[in-house]
C-alpha cells in the first residue's frame, strides 16, 4: 500500500488479494461519442482462416450430412427427407432457399433463408472455421448442446435442427426481426418503457441459465434479437461456460467492450452477466458508444458513469444500472433479486395479467405463417402447370402446322392433280408441252437469275463461291421421283432443268 500514490484510483484483485493501480481517469480526461444512426465506415478486422488445414485428418470426417442432437426424445436428431447423400449438392443447398445474409461474428455467418420442405423462413448459422481437431470439434458440438437446453425458453432463440457437413457445423433457428444493435441503429430515441421492457425479457432469459448454474459470457447487442411483438431473446450460446466444471482454465471471455473486470483476473461467476447486462442497458439507454479500451472503458469498470447519462435517465433506472455495474462483484445483484425491484416487479406482473392476449398473438401470428407457406406453395404449382400447359399447347400447334406444312409442300410431282390450274405440272415427255409458256414462266427467270449468280460467282473467283454453286447445281440435278422439293420455288427450277434437258437431247436427235 505504500507504492500506492495517494488520490489514486486502485482495484481489488481477489487472486492475488492485493490492490493494483490504476491510471488517473479523472473527470477531466473523460472522453466518449454516442451511437450514430448511419451505419459505421470502421473496417472490419481480417477474417479468419477458413480454409481446410492440410494437416487434419479426423478419421469420422465425412462430406455428407450429420445430423447432431444430444436430445432424448426419438424425434430429434433427423435431417430432412429432402436430403439426398448421393448428389453434390450440400445439405444446405438442398433443403434450403438462401434469401441473404443477416449476420455475421467471430465464429459464424448467419442467413436468412426459406426452408424448401415446409416454405417457411429460418435462420442458418454457418460456422466459418472447419473443425481443425476433434477437441475444437467438441467444443463447437457443445454450444449445440447449450442451445438446446433452452430451446423452449420464451426468451432464448429456439433452436430446430443442427448438423455437420465438411467439418462446418450448422444451426438452424428461428428468424427474429432484427438484433438489438440493429434496432437501436434504426430508433433514435427508444422510450424508457422499452428499455425496462428490454431488460425484464434478459433477466428472465439469465434466470433460466443461473437456475442451472450456468453463465454466458458474451451478453451484448449483437447477440440479443428482437422478435416482431417486440420481445428481446437471448442467443449466441458458444460461451456459455458451466461453473460446476472443476476446469476453469477452458472458459473465455467475450467482448471486450462488455467484459466485467473480475474476468481480467480469471474470476468468473454470475455475476459477470450481470455487469455485462448493466453495460447493455446503459447502451441502450443512452445510445452510447462503448469503447474497447481507454479512460472511458476504466471509468465504466470503477463504477464511474458518464455525467449525460444521470440527465438522459430516470432516477430508477440510472440506479438500477449502476447497481448492476458496480465494481465489486459481491456487491452486485443477482438475477432474483432484479426481478424483485419495484419497477420490474410490478411490469412482471403486469406481464402476466395479459399473458393469455400474448399468447392469442402468437398464435395468430403462427397461424398467419401457415397460410403465408400453403398460399406460396399453391402459387409455385400453379406457376407450374401454367408452364406445362402452355408448353403442351405449344407443342400442338407446332405439331399441326406441321402437318399441314407436310400436306401443302412435301407431294410428289407425279401425285399432283393436272386439273388444278395452280398445281398441276407438265409431265416428261409429253409432246402437248408449249415450250413459249414455258420460256416466259416464272421458272424460266429463276433459272436464268440462277445462271447470272453463277457468272458472277466465277468472275469473282471465290473456291468457296463456287463449292456452293456446285451443290446448287447438284440439288437442281436430282431427280424428281426420288427429290422432294422443299417449296414451290425449288420445284418450280427442278421442273425447268428437265424440261431445257428434255429439248436439247430432242434437238439433238432430229
Known amino acids: 500500500m505504500d507504492l500506492i500514490q495517494e488520490n489514486q484510483p486502485v482495484m481489488f484483485s481477489e487472486t492475488n488479494k492485493s490492490y493494483l493501480p490504476l491510471p488517473d481517469i479523472s473527470d477531466a480526461n473523460l472522453s466518449h461519442s454516442f451511437k450514430s444512426q448511419k451505419p459505421s465506415t470502421k473496417k472490419k478486422p481480417p477474417a479468419l482462416f477458413t480454409k481446410r488445414p492440410p494437416h487434419v485428418n479426423r478419421s469420422n470426417s465425412s462430406s455428407t450430412a450429420i445430423a447432431i442432437s444430444f436430445r432424448c426424445s426419438p424425434g430429434n436428431g433427423q435431417l430432412s427427407s429432402m436430403y439426398q447423400p448421393t448428389k453434390r449438392e450440400s445439405y444446405f443447398d438442398q433443403c434450403f432457399e438462401k434469401i441473404c445474409k443477416i ?55 429456439t433452436l430446430y435442427r443442427a448438423w455437420e457437413e465438411n467439418d462446418r457445423l450448422y444451426i438452424q433457428m428461428e428468424l427474429c426481426q432484427s438484433s438489438l444493435e440493429s434496432y437501436v441503429m434504426e430508433h433514435s430515441n427508444i422510450p424508457e418503457s422499452t428499455t425496462w421492457s428490454f431488460l425484464l425479457d434478459l433477466l428472465l432469459a439469465l434466470k433460466g441459465l443461473h437456475d442451472r448454474n450456468l453463465i454466458h459470457l458474451d451478453i451484448k447487442l449483437d447477440n440479443i434479437l428482437v422478435t416482431e411483438d417486440g420481445v428481446c431473446k437471448l442467443g449466441d450460446f458458444g460461451l456459455v461456460f458451466d461453473l460446476n466444471r472443476e476446469n476453469k482454465e477452458s472458459a473465455m471471455e467475450g467482448d471486450s467492450r462488455y467484459i466485467a473486470p473480475e474476468l481480467l483476473e480469471g474470476v468468473f461467476s454470475k455475476a459477470a452477466d450481470i455487469f455485462s447486462l448493466g453495460i447493455t442497458m446503459l447502451e441502450l439507454a443512452c445510445n452510447l458508444e462503448l469503447p474497447s479500451n481507454g479512460v472511458l472503458w476504466q471509468q465504466l469498470r470503477i463504477g464511474i458513469l458518464p455525467e449525460e447519462s444521470k440527465e438522459m435517465l430516470s432516477e430508477d433506472l440510472y440506479n438500477v444500472i449502476r447497481w448492476m455495474m458496480n465494481p465489486d462483484c459481491e456487491q452486485r445483484p443477482s438475477v432474483n433479486a432484479l426481478l424483485q425491484y419495484p419497477r420490474i416487479k410490478i411490469l412482471l406482473k403486469r406481464r402476466k395479467r395479459w399473458w393469455s392476449i400474448t399468447k392469442m398473438r402468437k398464435l395468430k401470428r403462427k397461424a398467419v405463417q401457415q397460410i403465408s407457406n400453403k398460399w406460396h406453395k399453391f402459387k409455385k404449382t400453379l406457376r407450374a402447370l401454367v408452364a406445362r400447359m402452355s408448353l403442351a399447347v405449344l407443342r400442338c400447334i407446332h405439331r399441326k402446322r406441321k402437318n399441314v ?106
Do not use: W
Open 103 to 157: 449476420g455475421e461474428g467471430s465464429f459464424g455467418e448467419v442467413f436468412k433463408v426459406r426452408s424448401r420442405e415446409d416454405g417457411l423462413l429460418y435462420a442458418v448459422k454457418k460456422s466459418k472455421q472447419y473443425f481443425r481437431s476433434e477437441s475444437y470439434r467438441e467444443e463447437r458440438l457443445l454450444e449445440v448442446k447449450r442451445h438446446e437446453e433452452f430451446s423452449s425458453h420464451d426468451h432464448c432463440v
Open 405 to 510: 406444312y407436310e400436306e401443302q409442300n412435301f407431294m410428289s410431282p407425279l401425285e399432283m392433280s393436272d386439273d388444278d390450274p395452280q398445281t398441276s405440272t407438265p409431265i416428261l415427255g409429253d409432246s402437248s408441252i408449249n415450250m413459249s409458256e414455258v420460256v416466259n414462266s416464272t421458272p424460266i427467270l429463276s433459272y436464268e437469275k440462277s445462271r447470272r449468280r453463277k457468272t458472277r460467282l466465277a468472275n469473282a473467283g471465290s473456291p468457296q463461291s463456287n463449292s456452293s454453286f456446285e451443290d446448287f447445281e447438284d440439288h437442281l440435278s436430282r431427280s424428281p421421283l426420288n427429290y422432294t422439293p422443299r417449296s414451290v420455288h425449288d420445284y418450280s427450277s427442278l421442273t425447268c432443268k428437265k424440261l431445257f434437258t428434255h429439248s436439247s437431247d430432242s434437238d439433238k436427235s432430229d
